[in-house]
């Protein structure tokens, strides 16, 4: 699901009220490591058959403050409609660098690079500076119903098994071996096929495709967000005030109203549900510092 520019602004508002006093997060509790896996996915839906395989590299470096991911995947869907039999076959490259806050999307098909804010991170920095992060995205997988159902040795790793919304995953000191999904009738599976942990991993590693970097409309500077920290701050608490007293079907109205914003309008009524409850949740967290 596609992030809207709602959201974006509404966090990284909240992100740079926050001050610059945030220490160096620990998204895992290993230094390094270079991580391969092997993929697939099947199953069928809306008359379609599904059928997919890839391969995906993770490096990483500082504990995970820094980490590249390299992912090749084919994907074949299959449609008969009227009698008439369809295939198509689709090829995909994804290469995302983190680094330190920042996001970075290489697009191959018009060979450049997009740059924004990763979300996540600046939001466990604003609301749980001293928390260790993985932890506090353990705890959001609490929120999210989700549970930890057992432990078991993958590898030579012994790792804790978690399950929430259908997704299992087996995690070591926070970092995901394994993942398992049914979905929709869609099932989709991922796993570590090389493991290497705390090694030197060669900054060549992280380099990304020569191409030029487009900042997208959500890319904050330190800058951006000591100029944010002169806000009326006043106003600001007014605007969250009266955010989080709109029930779903108000909220709903207002977001749906810049008929531009593509993402917004294309979003279903349970993503639009979940982008909801996600506001509400950190205007609740803001309040509650």
Known sequence: MKKSSLVIFLCATLVSCTG????????YQIKSGIVKYESTINGKVLGSTMSGSGIETIYFKDWGAIELKDEKSTQTTKTKIFGQKKEEIKQTHIVNKLDNGEWFTVDFD?????????????????????????DVGRDMIKDLNGKMIGEEDYMGYKCEIWE?????????????????????????????????????????????PDFPIKKAANFFSNESFEEDMDMDMESFEEDMDKLSKLSFNEWKKMALADKEDEEMQNMSEKELREMYDMIQKMIKMRKGK
Not at 20 to 27: A, D, G, Y
Not at 116 to 134: K, T, V, Y
């Open 164 to 208: 929430a919304m259908g997704v299992k995953q087996w995690v070591y000191k926070h970092f995901t071996l394994k993942i398992e999904s049914t979905v929709m009738g869609i099932t989709t599976a991922k796993k570590a096929t090389s493991i290497q942990f705390d090694i030197n991993v060669p900054d060549t590693h992280f380099t990304l």
């Open 20 to 27: 610059n006093s945030q220490k160096e997060l620990k998204r």
């Open 110 to 134: 018009n060979k450049e690079i997009i740059a924004q804010r990763s979300l996540p991170m600046d939001m466990i920095a604003a609301f749980h500076p001293n928390a260790d992060a993985g």
